[in-house]
């Protein structure tokens, strides 16, 4: 009889023994999970890249949209490649096109290297002497590249000149 409830007391005491450390299981699982929980939640799509043209920091969340960005210093546009860790490199980007339409007299000034309060004869000076930089004969020797250059430039200086004519100001 003794023995009986001495066995019956041992399983007892061991089941209780076993629900609780099963408890205390559960509950360390728990805590880590928890204690995991705020390293997935913060900057886990967070990412930030440096703008290849000005360098401003761009920080954008992930999954983005056509896996495109922008920059908002110098609006050139990227394309994203994520991996399979879902770093993000820029595969791809377009530069800011510049913009070389002339919008008022302060624009032909500028162009021309003058003040705006240069006289007709400034003008005449100025232009001769900015046209005669971008020659042609001057550049040609200069490669491909700085010919286009001294070609928009002479279309610049030439549309900046036009435009002060039409105004009267030489
Ligand atoms: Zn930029």
């Known amino acids: ?3 009986t409830i001495g066995l019956l007391a041992s399983i007892t005491v061991n089941v209780f023994l076993l629900g609780f450390i099963v408890f205390q299981l559960r509950k360390n ?4 999970q928890r204690q995991k929980q705020p390293a997935l939640r913060t900057p886990a799509n967070l990412r930030t890249i440096s703008c290849p043209s000005c360098s401003q920091q761009i920080k954008f969340t992930l999954p983005i949209e056509g ?3 922008r920059c908002r210093k110098c609006h050139a ?3 994203l490649d994520i991996d399979e860790h879902r770093n993000v490199y820029v595969t791809e980007i377009k530069l800011p096109e510049e913009d070389h339409t002339i919008k008022s007299l302060a624009d032909c000034y500028s162009i021309l290297g003058l003040s705006a309060d240069a006289i007709p004869m400034d003008i005449k000076t ?3 002497k900015k046209i005669s930089e971008y020659h042609p004969d001057r550049v040609e020797v200069l490669g ?5 250059i001294a070609e928009e430039q002479t279309r610049q200086i030439n549309a900046a000149y036009a435009m002060l004519q039409e105004h009267g100001m030489l």
């Open 1 to 3: 009889m003794m023995t």
């Open 144 to 148: 491909i590249k700085i010919k286009q």
């Open 126 to 128: 100025a232009y001769k």
């Open 77 to 79: 546009q990227f394309k």
């Open 67 to 69: 896996n495109k960005a």
């Open 29 to 32: 699982r728990l805590i880590t």
